[in-house]
């Protein structure tokens, strides 16, 4: 198992399909991930996951192969107020 830090949102990509239905991605410092808790339909809410959009987290997984989706084991909300790096560090806002 891996831990990951980023921020989780939601796509609506497959508007017209009949597999509509919401796309989970965690975005960390340097790449995104598709979100895969729950087994259910693509057209089904992942309510797990819906209630982190939009919200910084850690999550503990496992990409799969290609390392494009990420099976979610554990997620927990964390306060920070930007995408932590690989370091730990977060990147500062710019001072103008």
Known sequence: MKTFEGLVYV?????????EGPDYYLQTWDREYLLKYADIGPWELDYYLEFFCRKFVEI???????????KVTTIKEICVG?????????????KE
Do not use: C, F, V
Request: a positive charge.
């Open 60 to 70: 503990t997984g496992e990409p799969d192969k290609e390392g494009n989706t990420m």
């Open 11 to 19: 796509k609506h990509g497959r508007i017209g399909s009949k597999s």
């Open 82 to 94: 930007y995408i932590p790096q690989k370091d730990g560090t977060q990147l500062a806002a710019k």
